[in-house]
């Protein structure tokens, strides 16, 4: 069985026991941006032609050694988008499970600025893994980013949902 095909589960925490829980398990923490430009729409990437199976996903990736979520998700979001972004809201951390593998991430949102283009590609500035990768970035309908099935992409949508929400003064 490959790791796609093994179900992912978890849970969500706060933020202060997901970090406590990631070094006390010493498993791999995780930051995910949800950019948004307007309230309905969120920045979607998809991978060079050859990588179909990654599917749209969000910027993403890991912490570096001693660096706090908040300063990793605005580095992951300009390696990977090319958007030098700051004031990162903190929307929700998982403990994530697969197999044998166990993760913590940290979901965040962040706002781009006004003339941020409809859609661009940029080349991934650094990474284990991207590095030199040409992203295809666009803003989605937030409403339905059809980001990539049971990997945790999606999970805190409704967070954000919320939170966007509470920043318009609509009831939540």
Do not use: N
Not at 6 to 35: D, F, N
Not at 94 to 100: A, I, K, P, S, V
Request: hydrophobic content about 40%; overall charge negative; proline content about 8%.
């Amino acid at each position: 069985m490959t790791p796609a095909q093994i179900q992912q589960t978890g849970y969500e925490l706060p933020l202060t026991e997901a970090r406590t829980l990631a070094a006390r398990l010493g498993c791999r923490e995780k930051v995910l941006a949800y950019i948004t430009r307007r309230p309905d729409e969120l920045l979607v990437f998809e991978h060079e032609s050859g990588f179909v199976d990654a599917g749209i996903q969000v910027p993403a990736g890991g912490l570096e050694p001693g660096e706090t979520p908040e300063v990793a998700v605005l580095r992951e979001t300009l390696e990977e988008s090319g958007l030098g972004l700051s004031a990162p809201a903190h929307l929700a951390s998982f403990h994530w499970t697969r197999g044998e593998r166990s993760q913590v991430w940290h979901y965040y949102r962040l706002t781009a600025p006004p003339g941020t283009p409809e859609a661009w590609t940029h080349r991934v500035t650094d990474g284990e893994r991207d590095r030199d990768m040409l992203f295809h970035l666009r803003f989605a309908p937030l409403s339905h980013p059809d980001l990539i099935a049971g990997y945790g992409y999606d999970a805190a949508l409704p967070h954000l949902t919320r939170h966007l929400a509470a920043l318009q003064g609509a009831p939540a």
